[in-house]
Every structure is written in structure tokens, then in C-alpha cells.
């Protein structure tokens, strides 16, 4: 049942204790200011992202997401080692789906992942 009423959330934050392996936070093998640069690039060349904000000092880019549903993205970037820097996303949305917000939100977060990956080393987490 619990699942059913999952479909209508309507916010997704990953993290590294989340229980879905795809929304557990993402690390790379990089540097904090390549990390930074490459995904505020990601996202300043997707014509359906809007950035909002830039905070380079919080390790926050914040985005309008214009498709497919309207939806408020936090990516937050932070630097766990040296050379091992840590992506998060807080997504959401205010609109309401028949079918529930929820699977879209992960995909759209997932398909960021993947962006990145291409981008990026990613390193094994234990």
C-alpha cells in the first residue's frame, strides 16, 4: 500500500541512506571546482533547465525545470576526499499527476546521473 501513495510524491531527495540504489547519492572521481563547472555546464545547456541560482561557496546550483512536468531542482555538489566529490538532487513539483509525480521525478534524476556519468568517473561505493 505504502507504494501506491509513493507514486504521488511529490519530492525526491537522494541521499546515501536512500532505500532505491538509483536515488543513493552519486560519487565521482574529480575535484569539487570540476565537478562544479561540469554540471552547471550540464545544466545551462539543457534547453528544458533554467538555472536560478549558482552558489559555488554552498555547493548549490539551483534549476527550473520546464518539461516534461515543472518541476524545482537543488543539485548540491560536495567534495567527500580529495579527488572524490559527492551529487545530490532535491526535486520537486507543485503539479499534480494522475498517475502520480513520482516516477517521473526519478527518471528526470536518474537521466541526470547517467549525464554525469558520461562526464565523470564515477567511484564504487561500499
Request: charged share 30%; with cysteine.
Amino acid at each position: 500500500m505504502a507504494n501506491l501513495f509513493g507514486r504521488f510524491k511529490k519530492q525526491i531527495e537522494t541521499s546515501d541512506r536512500h532505500s532505491e540504489d538509483s536515488l543513493k547519492t552519486h560519487y565521482y572521481k574529480a575535484s569539487f571546482n570540476k565537478l562544479f563547472d561540469s554540471v552547471e555546464k550540464l545544466f545551462r545547456e539543457d534547453a528544458d533547465c533554467r538555472i536560478t541560482t549558482v552558489s559555488k561557496e554552498r555547493g548549490e546550483i539551483a534549476v527550473e525545470v520546464s518539461k516534461p512536468i515543472p518541476c524545482f531542482l537543488i543539485v548540491t555538489i560536495i567534495s567527500a576526499k580529495p579527488m572524490e566529490t559527492a551529487v545530490d538532487f532535491n526535486i520537486s513539483t507543485e503539479r499534480f499527476a494522475l498517475l502520480g509525480s513520482y516516477p517521473s521525478l526519478k527518471k528526470r534524476i536518474i537521466s541526470y546521473y547517467e549525464r554525469i556519468n558520461q562526464l565523470h568517473t564515477i567511484v564504487a561505493r561500499r
